[in-house]
């Protein structure tokens, strides 16, 4: 039983593209950072009260959980989700989608960084843009690595994101015979 499974960079569109993506294709959604926030409360509360190696902790127990879900879904991973060596050998079992994206979309997209707390680590006297670049280059093998389709970062609407998943995913599963 195959999940298929976001991953990606902060505002690469893992959360909105993966609520359409579960609803044309008639799947639950669940994302771990909801999850997180239903379980814990707000993400930059915690992050701001416990750190980071905490959040990490109970993320990784979370995409376990969501990942033995009786049904096939559509599973939205936080973006340092992979960071955590379980969980990759957890969604390597599954479908996993590398959402791209470039530090330029991402700013345009979500704009200040209130929401996301690992932005706020502007301790080099980077901007957010730079941290988010920062980032993005220390974990960009580990994305490749565990993805069997990678959407590059076109400038592409949420819907025609949703659909070209859709289109690669029903090649893979038949070229597989999975
Ligand atoms: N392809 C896209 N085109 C335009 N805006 C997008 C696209 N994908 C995502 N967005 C917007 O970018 C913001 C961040 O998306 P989100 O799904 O929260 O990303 P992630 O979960 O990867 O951090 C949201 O406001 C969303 O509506
Ligand atoms: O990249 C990260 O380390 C994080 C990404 C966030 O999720 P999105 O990628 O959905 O923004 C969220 O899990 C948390 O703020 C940490
Ligand atoms: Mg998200």
């Not at 993506?21 to 997180?36: E, I, Q, S």
């Not at 069997?148 to 998943?165: G, H, K, N, V």
């Not at 289109?167 to 599963?173: G, M, N």
Request: proline share 5%.
């Amino acid at each position: 039983m195959r999940n298929i499974v976001l991953i990606g960079p902060m505002g690469s569109g893992k959360s909105t593209v993966g609520a359409a993506l579960a609803r044309k294709m008639g799947r639950p959604h669940v994302d771990t950072d909801h999850f997180f926030a239903a379980r814990h409360g707000s993400i930059p509360e915690f992050f701001a009260e416990h750190g980071e190696e905490a959040f990490r902790a109970e993320e990784e127990k979370i995409v376990a959980e969501l990942c033995d879900s009786p049904r096939p879904s559509v599973i939205s991973l936080g973006g340092g989700a992979i960071l955590s060596r379980a969980t990759r050998e957890v969604i390597a079992s599954h479908w996993v989608v590398m959402l791209d994206a470039t530090a330029d979309q991402v700013v345009a997209r979500i704009g200040d960084a209130s929401t996301r707390p690992m932005l706020k680590d502007t301790s080099l006297g980077e901007d957010p843009a730079a941290v988010w670049q920062r980032i993005y280059q220390e974990r960009e093998p580990l994305y490749r690595q565990c993805a069997d389709y990678i959407m590059e970062p076109a400038d592409m609407s949420i819907e025609t994101r949703a659909d070209t998943i859709i289109t690669a995913f029903h090649q893979d599963t038949q070229r597989t015979g999975t």
